[in-house]
């Protein structure tokens, strides 16, 4: 079955440290892939979206994520963190077909040290 | 801007009563969905739909029910709440094939006492 996998539920970086958030999904079919953000007590807003048109994409709030087929990843990267980040980030993917449900990592929960 | 809009966000209710969740969007999407949110389990999805008056099961549908008698309106029903419903639940809509992504709304977090 296709999934989407994520390394690391937690995640926890310095103030100004680089983000890094592991996404991977599992087809040699390139997906249409996803990433959200959750901030606490409120619905899922998308930070960016991969389509087929650029591998490197670049998304909401200094965030940004590289396709790479070789290695079927979609890192989700922020060069300096802030303490606005802290929240709860999920990858999602799309096969397509005829209705093309999301399918959802199980998101990884990012901290922000002072 | 264009949104989903839950009915409530915060909701408690008492074991056994019937429980409506509603769900409306404004964008004429076909795609409708429920999921609920638990620590350590991620989004599970419940019901979802792709047209009115259709539906289809989703991972964990025991004890749910949905409606959707208009094309903007998704509602999620609890027939006899009990404490282990207790959650967030989350609707979403897209376009058919989803190509751009869900649109999710805000929340409604569930207590059941």
């Known amino acids: 079955a296709q999934s989407v996998t994520q390394l690391g539920s937690h995640v926890s970086v310095s103030e100004g440290a680089l983000v890094l958030l592991r996404c991977n999904y599992s087809?040699?079919?390139?997906?249409?892939l996803f990433w959200y953000v959750q901030y606490p007590n409120q619905g899922l807003q998308l930070l960016l979206k991969?389509?087929?048109?650029?591998?490197l994409v670049k998304g909401i709030n200094g965030f940004e994520a590289e396709f790479k087929k070789s290695e079927t990843s979609f890192h989700l990267t922020k060069p300096s963190a802030h303490m606005s980040d802290a929240a709860e980030y999920f990858c999602?993917?799309?096969?397509?077909?005829?209705?093309?449900?999301?399918?959802f990592g199980k998101g990884t929960k990012l901290s922000v040290k002072p | 801007d264009v949104k989903v809009t839950q009915s409530s966000r915060y909701l408690v209710k008492r074991t056994g009563e019937k429980v409506f969740l509603e769900c409306v969007q404004d964008?004429?999407?076909?795609?409708m969905f429920w999921y609920r949110q638990d620590p350590g389990l991620g989004l599970r999805l419940i019901y979802f739909s792709y047209d009115v008056k259709m539906k289809e099961k989703g991972d964990i549908p025991e004890g749910y029910s949905v409606s959707r008698e208009k094309k903007e309106r998704f509602s999620l029903i609890l027939e006899s709440a009990s404490t282990n419903q207790t959650s967030m639940y989350l609707c979403?809509?897209?376009?058919?094939?989803?190509?751009?992504?869900?649109?999710f709304g805000s929340g409604t977090r569930l207590t059941v006492v």
């Open positions: 964008m004429d999407h076909e795609n």
């Open positions: 999602a993917a799309t096969y397509g077909g005829s209705q093309g449900n999301l399918i």
């Open positions: 979403a809509s897209s376009p058919p094939q989803a190509r751009g992504g869900y649109t």
């Open positions: 991969y389509t087929s048109a650029a591998t």
């Open positions: 087809s040699s079919v390139p997906p249409y």
